[in-house]
């Protein structure tokens, strides 16, 4: 039963009242207020019901939050209903069919209901004490992963709370391998390099910053169709031999954030063995392709690895945050963090600790690893392949939709669920930088113009200099028919924006016809 209002917090009444209050909301009662906004919000998008996203500005959207610090409390009934006035009505609806943007899931509504138990117990999963089960269940988890991965019995791994966090974890891990003294010492004046793909994630840049080994230290290696080149890395690690200077890892990519491809595992790792170099790679996106084995072969290698990134809140639809990383030998990931701390941590006798802290960055670690475990529980790997090699293919059907138009430009093959293409009129076909400069104009224009139109969402990206639109397929409710009402949408959207931007070459176009 909701209270009208909180009591007088001055009074000595008032935590008898607000026990009363904690204790009302423990009732399931009071939890089906949220638990009805998550339903409903599921069947308004599953109808494709709304907008997919807000015409509104950040401005806008701030006002209605500005006030005062509450200081006396409201009915639960009443917040809730706030919840879904005023944050629900302008979130991005990813479940929403007509949602191709970023790469960021539309999460599995068993891992969603899950969130609550994980809430609810709150365990903190750094040390075993703190939380039995959870640091159990993770340590199952992870061998799982590892199984998949191709990992043997000596590997292991950590939940992060990303594809970044799980990137920089194992870079700590090959920087204690190379530089065995650096947690005490620094890594001195001549730190060894990074060598990376020119597409790789910012996140390999952002860890040597963040190491100490300086963004100068980053070598990045040229792209073949947007994959590393391996004959391209295997002249970069002489050349850098040849001057002296020391590799301390080489980071592959499973499935690049641009346009979604995969490096050839398999020849980066024939040159990282042959200089013994630490492979990491950096699969937040793709790595799930070792669950399907229609896209197996797209990692194929990928078991060579020293470490492996895989965010479970991609590709296999977790809620966020649900980031991994695996390592081949768990002694490298205990190595990154040689710190003690006797007040936590106690020591195993020369068993392997089940305290998870001593191979994690974070010490207050929430027990993401219930919510995976209930996704495969519920849907199994093969549910969640399945899952996979549909956004794939739903990704595949966009491509045949675009090179059937005249009006559309696909720049790539997906090989997952990315795909960049241009709106590319036939009134700015004229061949020259203007129309290049014309065509980057109109593409940005249009992503921003349709984005606000509420009737989808899609990103954008910059791909060999130019601006491009991209799709991320992560909806498993988007199908041919979205997929032809975005091209349609966008299409009109465009014809629109080319008479605003450019009338002169709109009307040449039209007389032309």
Known sequence: MDHPSSPDLGSGRAPDVVLDLLEADMAAEAGAHFLRLAADYFAATRAGDGPVSTPLTADEIAGRFDEPLPR????????????????????????????????????????????????????????WEMSPTLTVLETQVVRWMCDAAGFGPAAGGTLTSGGTEATFTALLAARAAALPHAWRDGVGADPPVLVCGEHAHY????????????????????????????????????????????????????????????DDLSGVADVCERHDLWLHVDGAHGASALLSPRHRHRVRGLERARSLAWDPHKMMLLPLSAGMLLVRDEADLDAAFAQQAPYLFHGAGGRRSWDLGTRSFQCSRRGDALKLWVAL??????????????????????HRLLTARADFEALHEPEGNILCFRYRPAALRGGGPEEADGLDRLNQTLRE????????????????GRRVLRVTVMNPRTGPAQLQTLLDGLAAEGGGLLDELFPRAAEASRAGS
């Open 377 to 398: 529980q519920r849907y199994g790997s093969d549910g969640i392949a399945a899952l996979y090699d549909h956004l794939c293919d739903v990704a595949a059907q966009l």
């Open 203 to 262: 996140a390999v840049a952002r860890a040597a910053g963040e190491l100490g080994l300086g963004l100068r230290q980053v070598v990045t290696v040229p792209s073949e169709r947007y994959r590393m080149s391996v004959p391209a890395l295997a002249r970069t690690i002489d050349d850098l031999r040849a001057a002296g200077r020391r590799v301390m890892a080489v980071v592959a990519t499973a499935g690049h954030t641009a346009t979604g491809a995969f």
């Open 449 to 464: 113009r349709y984005n606000r139109s509420g009737r989808g969402w899609i990103t954008a990206t910059v791909l060999d």
């Open 72 to 127: 006396a409390g409201r009915p639960l009934a009443e917040v809730a209903a706030r919840v879904g006035r005023d944050v629900m009505a302008d979130a991005n609806r990813l479940q929403h069919p007509m949602y191709v943007g970023h790469q960021v899931s539309a999460p599995l509504p068993a891992a969603v209901w899950a969130e609550v138990v994980t809430a609810a117990l709150n365990q903190s999963t750094a040390v």
